[in-house]
C-alpha cells in the first residue's frame, strides 16, 4: 500500500511561484500531478516515470511548471512559477501501481492519491 501527503500549498499571487511536494511511503513507480477546480472535472498537470525520469506536461503549463522527483527521499515535486487565476485549484499527486510505458494522462492508470492540497492565485 502506497500513502501520499501534499503539502506547499497556498495563496499567491498572479505571476508569483510555489513548490509542491508529496511525500510518499511505500514503492511508487510513474507518478503524477492532477489538479481539480471547482466545477471542473479533475486534469492531467504533469507526470515522470521511472528510472527514465520522463516527463509529460499538459499544453497550459509547459514552460512554467516543473516536476522533478526524489527517489532517495521518496518525493515528488512541483515547481510552478508564472502562476495564473486559472492555476486555481485543488493539487493532487498521485502514483500507478507499476511502471507505465511512458506517461499516463488519465487518472485511471494511477491507484494511489494523496488528500490534495488547495493552490490559489489571486490577480
Known amino acids: 500500500q502506497v500513502q501520499l501527503v501534499e503539502s506547499g500549498g497556498g495563496l499567491v499571487q498572479a505571476g508569483g511561484s510555489l513548490r509542491l511536494s508529496c511525500a510518499a511511503s511505500g514503492r511508487i513507480f510513474t507518478m503524477g500531478w492532477f489538479r481539480q477546480a471547482p466545477g471542473k472535472e479533475r486534469e492531467f498537470v504533469a507526470g515522470?516515470?521511472?528510472?527514465?525520469?520522463?516527463?509529460s506536461y499538459t499544453d497550459s503549463v509547459k514552460g512554467r511548471f516543473t516536476i522533478s522527483r526524489d527517489n532517495a527521499k521518496n518525493t515528488l515535486y512541483l515547481q510552478m512559477s508564472g502562476l495564473k487565476p486559472e492555476d486555481t485549484a485543488i493539487y493532487y499527486c498521485?502514483?500507478?501501481?507499476?511502471?507505465?510505458?511512458?506517461?499516463?494522462?488519465?487518472?485511471?492508470?494511477?491507484?494511489?492519491w494523496g488528500p490534495g492540497t488547495q493552490v490559489t492565485v489571486s490577480s
Open positions: 498521485a502514483s500507478a501501481r507499476f511502471n507505465l510505458f511512458g506517461v499516463s494522462h488519465s487518472a485511471s492508470d494511477y491507484s494511489y
Open positions: 515522470i516515470t521511472r528510472p527514465s525520469e520522463a516527463t
